[in-house]
Nanobody, 115 residues
Framework: QVQLVESGGGLVQPGGSLNLACAAS????????MGWYRQAPGMQRELVATITRGGITYYADSVKGRFTISRDNGKNTVYLRMNSVKPEDTAVYYCKVDRWGTNYWGKGTLVTVSA
C-alpha cells in the first residue's frame, strides 16, 4: 500500500508562485510515474504534469512554461512549482503515483488564485 500526503496549497495572488509537495509513505519500491492532477469546481479532474522515475516529464498545455514538476526518489516525494499563476489555476490539486501498475491518489490540497 502507498499513502500520499499533499502539502503546500493555499491562497496566492495572480502572478505569484506556490510550491506543492506530495510524500509517499510506505515502500517506494516499484513507484514509477508520479503526477499532479487538478479539479476545479464543476469540472472534471485533469492532468497537470507527470514525471517518470527517470525524470521524463510531461505537462498539460495550460501549464507548460509556468509549472515545473520534480521528484526526489530517495524521499518518495514529488513536487510542483507553480509560477505565474492565474485565476483559472484555482482547483484542488491531487497527487497520483503508479506502483506496479496500481494507481494511488492523495486526498488533495486546495489552491486558490485570487487578488
Amino acid at each position: 500500500q502507498v499513502q500520499l500526503v499533499e502539502s503546500g496549497g493555499g491562497l496566492v495572488q495572480p502572478g505569484g508562485s506556490l510550491n506543492l509537495a506530495c510524500a509517499a509513505s510506505g515502500t517506494g519500491v516499484g513507484i514509477n510515474v508520479m503526477g499532479w492532477y487538478r479539479q476545479a469546481p464543476g469540472m472534471q479532474r485533469e492532468l497537470v504534469a507527470t514525471i517518470t522515475r527517470g525524470g521524463i516529464t510531461y505537462y498539460a498545455d495550460s501549464v507548460k512554461g509556468r509549472f515545473t514538476i520534480s521528484r526526489d526518489n530517495g524521499k518518495n516525494t514529488v513536487y510542483l512549482r507553480m509560477n505565474s499563476v492565474k485565476p483559472e489555476d484555482t482547483a484542488v490539486y491531487y497527487c497520483k503515483v503508479d506502483r506496479w501498475g496500481t494507481n494511488y491518489w492523495g486526498k488533495g490540497t486546495l489552491v486558490t488564485v485570487s487578488a
